[in-house]
């Protein structure tokens, strides 16, 4: 199942379980949790984003290694700093329980998912209009950009 068409059916069938569980508080669980997701999203885009934005031209540049590289440092950086913001949330009161953590984290998992697949679409697009001198100049750019990158990560 394609990333967008997962989070779209996530979006309009978690809400539905929860609704039906309200009695027992799903329901206002499931808003808590999903109040904070695009907090939780923002917090990692403005940390991680270039990351993920490199890694994915890395990919379409041929740089394999260093885009899995890049991606398995990101990808554990993002984790750490993902449960650190629902710890604070938790301890903060913000996320009142267990459901609601699980919500905000699916739901902020989702939206990566859903912001590297359509970074991606649109990286292929770009890549078929630029000129094939600005498209070099982006792959060595980039290239450059991950290698200090992960040589800072191993300091």
Known sequence: M???LLAIVLVMVVPVFAQAADEAGGYTEYKQGTGRV????MALYEEF???VRVAEILF???YKKEADELNARTAIKQKEKLYALIDKDMKDNKLQ???A???AFEGTS???VGYRGGYRDS???LADMIPAKSYEVMCKSSLKTAREWLEEATR
Request: net charge positive; glycine share 8%; proline share 4%.
């Open 123 to 125: 990286l292929s697009h």
């Open 60 to 62: 379409k540049c041929g």
């Open 2 to 4: 394609k990333p967008l």
């Open 38 to 41: 695009s907090t939780f999203f």
């Open 97 to 99: 329980s267990v459901m």
């Open 49 to 51: 984003g270039q990351q």
């Open 110 to 112: 989702s939206m990566q």
């Open 101 to 103: 953590n699980l919500v």
